[in-house]
């Protein structure tokens, strides 16, 4: 537990000496309350059981689902983003298109199927689709991700 604690400080210090090198106040202004408090509602509402730690785990699920919109408002917004940021979108939705296949899997050979996480994972699938078309269209050709005027 303390190792995991002291990791979470670790990573966090990192990403504050990161994100105020690159940060740009102007252009921040997508609305991440609404997000967090949507989440919350629909982890209150709809879960499997109410209990604690399952409407915490549910609401960390459909958070995740739309943790995304954020950056993709940055691009939006700018028009473009750094290579660095297109490709650590690209390996985080890749890791959603896994998700996928531990899904089928899971389902086929443990009978497992769980609709909070199916339903979350389309989400966020679904708000990637733009992005995968874009990267793989300009990025996987060696030229900057720059949305078409």
């Known amino acids: ?59 960390s699920i459909y958070l995740e689902s739309v943790a995304i919109l954020p950056q993709l408002f940055m691009i939006s917004k700018t028009g473009e983003a750094e290579s660095i940021t297109s490709h650590y979108l690209f390996a985080l939705g890749s890791y959603r298109g896994l998700y996928i296949l531990n899904w089928i899997y899971r389902y086929y050979v443990e009978g497992h199927l769980d609709w909070v996480a199916i339903a979350s994972g389309i989400v966020q699938t679904g708000l990637y689709c733009d992005f995968f078309y874009l990267y793989i269209t300009k990025v996987m050709k060696g030229k900057s991700l720059t949305l078409p005027a």
């Open 1 to 59: 537990m303390t190792i995991a604690i002291l990791l979470l400080g670790i990573s966090g210090k990192s990403q504050l000496l990161f994100a105020a090198a690159t940060y740009n106040r102007n252009h921040d202004t997508f609305r991440f309350e609404i997000l967090i408090a949507v989440a919350a509602v629909l982890g209150l509402l709809l879960n499997h059981e109410f209990s604690v730690t399952e409407v915490l785990w549910t609401f």
